[in-house]
């Protein structure tokens, strides 16, 4: 009971928060839709979020997230995929997921294009200076770009970011903009930004964040966290 508490002050507040940095940027919160990020936690936790109004879960791994939403079949929730997605398991992931969130290379949307659902993607892109450190490569953008409008079961909604642990995330989200406007010369309708976590939400609508995927801040402690 208490730990329900716990959760709904969390959500609460954090909502509270994203509306004020809404207004503070002079955006309406209606064009913002925030993901509860919710790996490591029980399918019951996703329910709790349920009851408080969560629509929008993101998962990042397959075996837990197919496990949930089995168990979950009864409520309205829309599942994110939000984690490296292996070539392998995206016919899986498209039978729960509605939209994806880490496209970073063509073997996966080949993967995904196969499949009779409609799926909404992001390209995620590596902002680091490491490569393979899941996203695409900046210079490959429209290539992949090309690859998922080429599809007839994929939507390019826009693009997705983790802000770099060792930059300042405005500047990080800077870049995601430019990018989104290399997408968007490309498929006028891709306008969509999936940037933002628990850290760095504020800054992530100020940049224009139409998706926020935020875990720690709404669930709390992830207990088996490393
Ligand atoms: C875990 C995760 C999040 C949420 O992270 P928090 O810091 O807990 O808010 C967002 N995006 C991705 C890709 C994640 O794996």
């Known amino acids: 009971m208490e730990r329900d508490q716990a959760l709904e002050q969390r959500w609460h507040e954090v909502n509270g928060r994203i509306a004020a940095a809404a207004s503070a940027a002079g955006r ?15 399918a019951s936790l996703v329910r709790d979020l349920w009851e408080l109004g969560v629509r929008h879960v993101g998962e990042n791994r397959h075996q837990e997230a197919v496990a949930k939403h089995a168990e979950l ?9 939000v984690g490296q997605l ?4 995206a016919k899986a992931a498209s ?3 509605s939209l994806v969130h880490s496209v970073d290379r063509v073997s996966l949307v080949t993967s995904l294009a196969g499949q009779p659902r409609d799926v909404g993607v992001f390209l995620e892109i590596n902002l680091t200076d490491v490569p393979g450190r899941g996203g695409v490569e900046p210079e490959s953008l429209e290539s992949l770009a090309e690859a998922v409008l080429g599809t007839s079961n994929l939507t390019l909604r826009g693009v997705m970011a983790v802000a770099p642990q060792d930059e300042d995330p405005r500047a990080a989200f800077e870049r995601v903009v430019g990018y989104s406007e290399r997408i968007r010369a490309l498929s ?25 995927r935020i875990g720690a801040a709404i669930t709390g402690k992830r207990s088996d966290a490393t």
């Open 28 to 42: 309406n919160v209606s064009d913002i839709t925030t993901i509860v990020v919710t790996k490591f936690h029980p």
């Open 73 to 81: 079949t009864d409520v309205d929730l829309t599942w994110h995929f």
């Open 86 to 89: 292996q070539s392998n398991k």
């Open 95 to 97: 039978e729960y997921c």
């Open 188 to 212: 006028a309708s891709s306008t969509d930004l999936s940037i933002g976590m628990s850290g760095d939400f504020e800054e992530a609508i100020h940049a224009g964040a139409t998706h926020l």
